[in-house]
Nanobody
Framework: VQLQASGGGLVQAGGSLRLSCETSGQYGMGWFRQAPGKELEFVTGISRSGSRLYYADSVKGRFTISRDNAKNTVYLQMNSLKPEDTAVYYC???????????????????WGQGTQVTVSS
């Protein structure tokens, strides 16, 4: 299983970014983030079919996860970005056959390399 995350960058508060995670197959997917000095945090996840989504309260209403299974790509659209969204963002794959969205990092088997998102105030 290979994951390739991209799309990070520097943006002003209130701006938008879209992250992409290209995978080598179709899996349940999650996005996590880790800010300096903080623990890894679940951001959002999507089931293998795309029918189930889950968002952390901190991003609900601002972030949208989606997937294009024809392209084996999962997207994270981030709008109304805040300085506290600054972190390294990781995509992760859950290769189990279940349809639920996993929220624990330990439930994901494979991880992308991370992409930096910096939001300036």
């Amino acid at each position: 299983v290979q994951l390739q995350a991209s799309g990070g960058g520097l943006v002003q508060a209130g701006g938008s970014l879209r992250l992409s995670c290209e995978t080598s197959g179709q899996y349940g997917m999650g996005w996590f983030r880790q800010a300096p000095g903080k623990e890894l945090e679940f951001v959002t996840g999507i089931s293998r079919s795309g029918s189930r989504l889950y968002y952390a309260d901190s991003v609900k209403g601002r972030f949208t996860i989606s997937r294009d299974n024809a392209k084996n790509t999962v997207y994270l659209q981030m709008n109304s970005l805040k300085p506290e969204d600054t972190a390294v963002y990781y995509c992760a794959a859950d290769t189990s056959l279940g349809s639920s969205v996993k929220k624990l990092a330990s439930s994901y088997d494979y991880w992308g390399q991370g992409t930096q998102v910096t939001v300036s105030s």
